[in-house]
């Protein structure tokens, strides 16, 4: 079973600022990654799919790169509603993974 | 407009068994397989299984296999997820959650996610 890797647990920054997360997998995944947002209480929304295709609807300050075994998720400039918790998910191998979350708080 | 709504929560007794519904609005439920995801309080997202609502074939994590049971009811596009012999751990927020692609292919990506059913396991 693949692990995943996220880094930092815990981000806090201002609004306005830019925000890099990290997804690192025990082996390589190719561009087989995605990223969820989920906020308390709410069920976890697709933000990127394939390393780097935004899903529907999704605004374009959030963008992903990487592949094999190292990700980002970028937040190009913070906006209130995106504090919140990240996850990513790996769908190359079998069983699919997430990983333990970056959440992303208020400075 | 595309939706899952998911049942109510639930208590149950450690041992005894839990099945929950997902019902689906606004596409064509057997055009795409349904997975099933938990999260334990305060912790991460565990991928359970899927079905496919169009044949009923299903694929289930080795953690719960055994236990788990995956079926649908086409006739009221809803989905299914029976948890049997509930401990403690089991307690967990289960969703429900599309598959982004349509059939026949499947791709693990989840597009579109119920709220929610909360477990509650406890003596």
């Known amino acids: 079973e693949i692990v995943l890797t996220q880094s930092p647990a815990t981000l806090s920054l201002s609004p306005g600022e830019r925000a890099s997360l990290s997804c690192r997998a025990s082996?390589?995944?190719?561009?087989?990654l995605a990223w969820y947002q989920q906020k308390p209480g709410q069920a976890p929304r697709l933000l990127i799919y394939?390393?780097?295709n935004r899903a529907s609807g999704i605004p374009a300050r959030f963008s992903g790169s990487g592949s094999g075994t190292d990700f980002t998720l970028t937040i190009s400039s913070l906006e209130p509603e995106d504090f919140a918790v990240y996850y990513c998910?790996?769908?190359?191998?079998?069983?699919?993974?997430f990983g333990p979350g970056t959440k992303v708080e208020i400075k | 407009q595309v939706q899952l709504v998911q049942s109510g929560a639930e208590v149950k007794k450690p041992g005894a068994s839990v099945k929950v519904s997902c019902k689906a609005a606004?596409?064509?439920?057997?055009?795409?397989?349904m997975h099933w995801v938990r999260q334990a309080p305060g912790q991460g997202l565990e991928w359970m299984g899927w079905?496919?609502?169009?044949?009923?074939?299903?694929n289930n994590a080795h953690k719960f296999q055994g236990r788990v049971t995956m079926t649908r009811d086409t006739s009221i596009n809803t989905a299914y997820m029976e948890l049997s012999g509930l401990t403690s751990d089991d307690t967990a927020v289960y969703y429900c959650?599309?598959?982004?692609?349509?059939?026949?292919?499947?791709?693990?990506?989840?597009?579109?996610w119920g709220v929610g059913t909360t477990v509650t396991v406890s003596s």
């Open positions: 959650a599309r598959d982004s692609q349509r059939l026949p292919n499947y791709y693990y990506q989840m597009d579109v």
């Open positions: 606004g596409y064509t439920f057997t055009g795409h397989y």
């Open positions: 079905i496919n609502p169009n044949s009923g074939d299903t």
């Open positions: 082996q390589s995944v190719s561009t087989y």
């Open positions: 394939d390393a780097s």
């Open positions: 998910q790996q769908r190359n191998n079998w069983p699919t993974t």
